[in-house]
C-alpha cells in the first residue's frame, strides 16, 4: 500500500480529521466498497505525495449506482416530494457548504493546488450560492397554455398545455481545475429540477465532491437521489457516458474528450450537454483604461493557475499600446508569488497533476522552438525541483495565429500576445479558432463594446473585465466550446423536457 502524506499545514485542520476517513463509493445513500476492491491514489500537487486513495469504482459500480438512481426516480420519495420540499433540501445543501467553507476549501487546496485563500472567496462561496439559487427554480418550473388552431376541425375545441418535467437519470462528468464548483454547477439545477444523478468526480481531484456528498445526505436527499462513483475516465467515466439505463449526461472537459462522450451517449440517444475547451481572445484598444485592462489582462490568464477553460489565452493589444501593456502584463506575473496553495504569501499554485505539468511545459517548449519569446517565464518554476509541479507565469510574443501555441488549448498560465492595427480586422482574428468560449473586449468606445461583444463568436464577452461569474448568468460555449449552458435559468433546459397535453372539450 502506497504511503500517505498528509502535508504538516494542515494537521490540525477540520480536512485532516476527514482524509484519514476510507473514501468510499456513494450509492443508494451507502458509502461501499467498489466491487472490484481496487483504489488509486490521489497526490497533493505541491509536493508529488500521495494524500489520499480512492475507491476504483468500473463499470459494474457504475451500473448499481444507476440502478439506484432509476429506483429513485421512478418509485422513490423524490419524486412524491412538492417542488417546496426539493427546494428546501436544495438550498440547505448550500447552506451546509458554507458552514463548512474552512474544511472544503483545505480539500480544493489540498487536490487541486490553489491557493487556500481563492478557494475561500470563491469556490466555495459560489458553490453554495448556485444551490441556493437553482433552490428557487424548484417552485417555478412552470409551462404554458397554448391557444391552438386546429384548421381541419374548425367546430372542435381543445385545451392545450405543456408541462415541464424532469428528463431522469443524470450522468455527470466534472472535471479537477474547479472541482467543487463544478459538481455544485450541475448538481444543483439537476436537484431543483427533480432528477436523480449519478456523479463522476475527476480522479486527480475527487476530494471536495465525496465530502460534499456527505453534506447531501445530511441536507436529507432520499436513498439513491445522488450517487458518486469515484475512478478513471476510461472506467468509470466511459461506462457512465454509455449506460442504456441513463438519460441524460452533462460533461465539462477537454473538447476532446467531449467527442467521445457524444460517441458514447449514441446507443440510447441520451442527451448531452458539453462545457468543453477554449482559445479565449483578449482586445485591449488604445483607448482603453490600461490601469485596469493590464491586471485585468493578467488576471484573465494566470486566475487559477491558468486552468480556465475561458482564461484569456490570446491577447491582442493595438500596435500603438502593445509594448507598453505586454511590459505591464509582465511586471504583474513578476509579482506573481509562487508556490504552496496553504502559504499565504502564495498567489499562485502549482498546476494540479505531473500530466499537466508536462503538457504545459511541452507547449512552453514548443513556441519558444517555433519562434516565440518568453517576455517572462517559460519555464518550470524552481520549487518543482522539490516535487511540485510549479510552473511560471508566461508570456509569449513575436507569435502568430499559425503557431500551435496560438492555436491549441495549453491549459497553463500561458499567453500570446500578438498586436493589431486595423480594428475591423480583429473581429476575424478573434474568431479565428475551433473554440469560442469566451471573449475579452477593453476599449472606452461604447458603441465598439458592442458591436464587438455582437460579433465575436463566444458564449460569454466580458467588456472592461474578465472572468466574473454569476448565478444567474448562463454560462457555456460556441463551436467546438460546447453544448448548452450551465447557471442561469438557462442550466434548467439541461434538465427538463416538455410535454404537449391536448385535451379534446
Not at 449519478?198 to 441536507?219: D, H, I, Y
Amino acid at each position: 500500500m502506497t504511503a500517505i502524506a498528509i502535508p504538516p499545514s494542515i494537521a490540525s485542520r477540520p480536512s485532516a480529521q476527514w482524509l484519514s476517513k476510507p473514501k468510499q463509493l456513494l450509492i443508494n445513500n451507502q458509502w461501499v466498497d467498489p466491487q472490484g476492491g481496487e483504489t488509486f491514489d490521489v497526490f497533493n500537487p505541491a509536493t508529488g505525495e500521495v494524500i489520499a486513495q480512492v475507491a476504483a469504482g468500473e463499470a459494474a459500480d457504475i451500473d448499481k449506482a444507476v440502478k439506484a438512481a432509476r429506483r429513485a426516480f421512478e418509485d422513490g420519495p423524490w419524486k412524491k416530494m412538492t417542488p417546496s420540499e426539493r427546494g428546501k433540501i436544495v438550498w440547505r445543501i448550500g447552506e451546509l457548504i458554507d458552514q463548512h467553507c474552512d474544511e472544503l476549501a483545505e480539500l480544493e487546496t489540498l487536490d487541486n493546488g490553489k491557493p487556500l485563500a481563492v478557494a475561500k472567496v470563491a469556490d466555495v462561496p459560489l458553490a453554495g450560492d448556485i444551490f441556493r439559487y437553482m433552490a428557487g427554480y424548484a417552485t417555478k418550473l412552470e409551462g404554458n397554455t397554448i391557444p391552438i388552431s386546429v384548421l381541419y376541425a374548425p367546430d372542435s375545441q381543445f385545451h392545450a398545455f405543456t408541462l415541464r418535467e424532469p428528463v431522469g437519470v443524470v450522468g455527470q462528468i466534472i472535471p479537477w481545475n474547479f472541482p467543487l464548483l463544478m459538481a455544485a454547477w450541475k448538481l444543483a439545477p439537476a436537484l431543483a429540477c427533480g432528477c436523480t444523478v449519478v456523479l463522476k468526480p475527476a480522479e486527480q481531484t475527487p476530494l471536495s465532491a465525496m465530502r460534499l456528498g456527505e453534506l447531501a445526505l445530511e441536507a436529507g436527499l432520499p436513498e439513491g437521489v445522488l450517487n458518486i462513483v469515484t475512478g478513471l475516465g476510461e472506467t468509470a467515466g466511459a461506462a457512465l457516458a454509455s449506460h442504456n439505463d441513463v438519460d441524460k449526461v452533462a460533461f465539462t472537459g477537454s473538447t476532446e474528450v467531449g467527442k467521445m462522450i457524444v460517441n458514447a451517449a449514441t446507443g440510447n440517444l441520451k442527451k448531452v450537454t458539453l462545457e468543453l475547451g477554449g482559445k479565449s481572445p483578449n482586445v485591449i484598444f488604445k483607448d482603453a483604461d490600461l490601469n485596469t485592462a493590464i491586471p485585468g489582462a493578467a488576471s484573465a490568464i494566470f486566475f487559477n493557475h491558468g486552468q480556465c477553460c475561458c482564461a484569456g489565452s490570446r491577447l491582442y493589444v493595438e500596435k500603438e499600446i502593445f509594448d507598453e501593456v505586454a511590459s505591464g502584463i509582465a511586471e504583474e506575473a513578476k509579482k506573481i508569488t509562487v508556490g504552496d496553495g496553504f502559504d499565504e504569501n502564495t498567489v499562485m499554485g502549482p498546476l494540479v497533476s505531473q500530466e499537466q505539468f508536462d503538457r504545459v511545459t511541452k507547449y512552453m517548449d514548443i513556441g519558444l522552438n517555433s519562434g516565440a519569446k518568453a517576455l517572462c517565464g517559460g519555464s518550470a518554476n524552481e520549487a518543482a525541483k522539490d516535487g511540485g509541479y510549479y510552473v511560471n507565469p508566461t508570456i509569449l510574443v513575436d507569435t502568430h495565429e499559425q503557431m500551435q501555441v496560438v492555436q491549441e488549448e495549453i491549459f497553463g498560465p500561458v499567453v500570446t500576445a500578438m498586436s493589431f492595427t486595423d480594428p475591423e480586422e480583429i473581429v476575424a482574428r478573434s474568431n479565428d479558432s475551433i473554440y469560442g468560449l469566451a471573449a475579452g473586449v477593453w476599449t472606452a468606445d461604447i458603441s465598439r463594446a458592442h458591436r464587438l461583444a455582437k460579433a465575436i463568436k463566444a458564449g460569454t464577452v466580458w467588456v472592461n473585465c474578465y472572468n466574473v461569474f454569476d448565478s444567474a448568468m448562463p454560462f457555456g460555449g460556441y463551436k467546438q466550446s460546447g453544448w448548452g449552458r450551465e447557471m442561469g435559468h438557462e442550466v434548467l433546459n439541461n434538465y427538463l423536457q416538455t410535454k404537449s397535453v391536448c385535451i379534446g372539450l
